[in-house]
């Protein structure tokens, strides 16, 4: 079955960076698009980053362009988001989802990212 | 970028009630590409309806989506005391075209 497991939160101070990652099984993960999708606290779900099936080409929410970076290893099944210049607005849950053309079908159970000094 | 605005904030219902979530686009879906998730508190969120109308795998048919243009409608007939939950709209499209609206809560009146 399709599972998705996101790793690499905690907590971090403001300014620092932090890499996540998203491990993918039972699908052919170089087939898909993969996103990252984001929830503050009390918040609702704000859309970060996209990419596509070979890494080519990548896509960000405004709120991410220039500080988050998105990217793949479809060797090894990994999705990552590597974020740089972390602020308090940027304490959320992150998840990883699967595109599936028409929706996110499969999401993870999240990992969360506390921002704080 | 599409904006969606989903009313009411808060919907309080009590079990087998029907209920109906409203989402609005600030200019025209294409193709209707306007999804509906459900958002449990420690869940990840799951897909419902895609293309405005069209039930996700496994979904109950208690659940349907209908709307076209600007206006939608995420419509639960007989509300389920699983059913209890944050419901979002999201415009699927190219990028930066995965906007969700801000959500509607469904709770026990």
């Known amino acids: 079955q399709v599972q998705l497991e996101e790793s690499g939160g905690g907590v971090v101070q403001p300014g620092r960076s932090l890499r996540l990652s998203c491990a993918a099984s039972g699908f052919t993960f170089s087939y898909y698009p993969m996103h990252w999708v984001r929830q503050a606290p009390g918040k609702g779900l704000e859309w970060v980053a996209l990419i596509s099936s070979d890494g080519t080409n990548k896509y960000y929410a405004d709120s991410a362009e220039g500080r988050f970076s998105i990217s793949r290893d479809n060797s090894k099944n990994t999705l990552i988001l590597q974020m740089r210049s972390l602020s308090v607005d940027d304490t959320a849950v992150y998840y990883c989802?699967?595109?599936?053309?028409?929706?996110?079908?499969?999401w993870g159970q999240g990992t969360l990212v506390t921002v704080s000094s | 970028e599409i904006v969606l605005t989903q009313s009411p904030g808060t919907l309080s219902l009590s079990p087998g009630d029907r209920a109906s979530l409203s989402c609005r686009a600030s200019q025209t879906v294409d193709n209707n590409y306007l999804n509906w998730y459900q958002h449990k508190p420690g869940q990840a969120p799951r897909l419902l309806i895609f293309?405005?109308?069209s039930r996700a795998t496994g979904i109950p048919d208690r659940f349907s989506g209908s709307g076209s243009g600007t206006d939608f409608t995420l419509t639960i007939s007989r509300l389920e005391p699983e059913d209890f939950a944050v419901y979002y709209c999201q415009h699927y499209g190219s990028s930066p075209g995965f906007t969700f609206g801000p959500g509607t809560k469904v709770d026990i009146k």
């Open positions: 989802a699967r595109s599936d053309g028409y929706g996110f079908l499969y």
């Open positions: 293309g405005a109308s």
